[in-house]
């Protein structure tokens, strides 16, 4: 019989030490994500994530707004990193992924914030851009499955990852909540400074669905197990999600669950930019959910009211 979580076998066998001490090391010259700074972050230089050796925390919490099988009942432990690997200019969260508030956190410290979330009842420990720390919090993990962490972890990210660095987290990642933000990588330069990310989104995407496949639930409908995408609906097609959609119902599975987002809004600097510099407007959803039918991606959530009822029926299609 399976141990689930998965990071508890990897952590008996000694393979989490392994691999969290080599990603620990990769510091030295790091390039654990796409853009490959090489500065030596063990002795506090950063790069472009501005992140040094310990990892930053802004909040933690636990949260009641993501997907109904994440959140549960009791809701989702979401620890919210400082910094992040991406520059969106329409970022929600710029306060702290572009502007750096937040402060530092020992790996005792991150290791006791988990425990306390699971004390307070949480489902699982949502890992919200964990991409430029996955090395702390690895080192962090330990000390927690140490302490008696047990709930599953949701590595929730960006999705501009290396697929190498991922397919490191076979056996300890059980729960991928993964962005496909782009399909065209004009766009993605342009508003998040990434010029490369279809590519290496696909890539990790990829990854990721050979690890932990499509979403399974457990009878009380959390997810137990698999890959949720979730694509954000950005105004004038900047999303690309005819081509996101394509890629997913031809290279993933057209069972992939998909969670199709209406809640952008041009925060941070995105009112200084004309594709973008406006709400959605809802023949702009329309079109992308209609999408979603002709590649025939019917597993997931849509959002209504422009996001404000966070999420709305259990399929694609809603009730």
Same mark, same amino acid.
């Given at each position: 019989?399976?141990?689930?979580?998965?990071?508890?076998?990897?952590?008996?066998?000694? %393979?989490?030490?392994?691999?969290?001490?080599?990603?620990?090391?990769?510091?030295?010259?790091?390039?654990? @994500?796409?853009?490959?700074?090489?500065?030596?972050?063990?002795?506090?230089?950063?790069?472009? @994530?501005?992140?040094?050796?310990?990892?930053?925390?802004y909040?933690?919490?636990?949260?009641?707004?993501?997907?109904?099988?994440?959140?549960?009942?009791?809701?989702?432990?979401?620890?919210f990193?400082s910094? @992040?690997?991406?520059?969106?200019i329409?970022? *929600?969260?710029?306060? /702290?992924s %572009?502007?750096?508030?937040?402060?530092?956190?020992?790996?005792?410290?991150?290791? %006791?914030?988990?425990?306390?979330?699971?004390?307070?009842?949480?489902?699982?420990?949502?890992?919200v851009?964990?991409?430029?720390?996955?090395? *702390? #919090?690895? &080192?962090?993990?330990?000390?927690?499955?140490?302490?008696?962490?047990?709930?599953?972890?949701?590595?929730?990210?960006?999705?501009?990852?290396?697929?190498?660095?991922?397919?490191?987290?076979?056996?300890?990642?059980? #729960?991928?909540?993964?962005?496909?933000?782009?399909?065209d990588?004009?766009?993605?330069?342009?508003?998040?400074?990434?010029?490369?990310?279809?590519?290496?989104? *696909?890539?990790?995407?990829?990854?990721?669905?050979?690890?932990?496949?499509?979403?399974? /639930?457990?009878?009380?409908?959390?997810?137990?197990?698999?890959?949720?995408?979730?694509?954000?609906?950005?105004?004038?097609? @900047?999303?690309?999600?005819?081509?996101v959609? &394509? /890629?997913?119902?031809?290279?993933?599975?057209?069972?992939?669950?998909?969670?199709?987002?209406? *809640?952008?809004?041009?925060?941070?600097?995105?009112?200084?930019?004309? &594709?973008?510099?406006?709400?959605?407007?809802?023949?702009?959803?329309?079109?992308?959910?209609?999408?979603?039918?002709?590649?025939?991606?019917?597993?997931?959530?849509?959002?209504?009211?422009?996001?404000?009822?966070?999420?709305?029926?259990?399929? #694609?299609?809603?009730?």
């Amino acid at each position: 019989m399976s141990i689930y979580p998965s990071y508890l076998k990897s952590y008996k066998v000694g %393979q989490l030490k392994k691999i969290a001490d080599r990603l620990f090391s990769s510091l030295e010259s790091c390039r654990i @994500c796409p853009r490959l700074c090489k500065v030596n972050r063990l002795a506090n230089k950063v790069g472009f @994530c501005k992140t040094g050796k310990l990892p930053e925390v802004y909040s933690f919490m636990c949260h009641h707004g993501e997907e109904p099988p994440v959140s549960g009942d009791k809701g989702s432990g979401t620890i919210f990193f400082s910094h @992040c690997n991406m520059s969106c200019i329409y970022c *929600q969260n710029y306060e /702290f992924s %572009q502007l750096g508030k937040g402060r530092q956190y020992s790996f005792e410290e991150l290791a %006791q914030i988990m425990l306390k979330l699971q004390a307070g009842g949480c489902h699982n420990i949502n890992l919200v851009t964990p991409t430029h720390v996955l090395p *702390q #919090i690895l &080192k962090s993990l330990e000390l927690a499955i140490a302490g008696g962490l047990k709930i599953p972890l949701v590595y929730n990210t960006s999705g501009y990852e290396l697929a190498q660095i991922i397919k490191l987290l076979d056996g300890i990642v059980d #729960i991928y909540l993964a962005d496909s933000r782009y399909g065209d990588n004009l766009i993605s330069k342009e508003l998040s400074g990434a010029a490369d990310y279809v590519k290496f989104n *696909q890539e990790a995407l990829v990854e990721m669905h050979r690890q932990v496949g499509t979403a399974k /639930f457990d009878d009380s409908g959390l997810i137990r197990r698999g890959l949720i995408i979730r694509h954000l609906v950005l105004p004038n097609r @900047c999303s690309g999600t005819e081509n996101v959609m &394509k /890629f997913i119902a031809g290279k993933l599975s057209e069972d992939t669950y998909i969670s199709l987002m209406s *809640q952008y809004l041009p925060y941070y600097k995105a009112s200084g930019n004309l &594709k973008i510099n406006r709400r959605l407007k809802a023949e702009e959803y329309e079109e992308a959910r209609q999408i979603l039918e002709r590649y025939h991606l019917l597993n997931g959530w849509i959002q209504e009211s422009y996001g404000q009822e966070r999420f709305a029926g259990v399929n #694609i299609k809603p009730v």
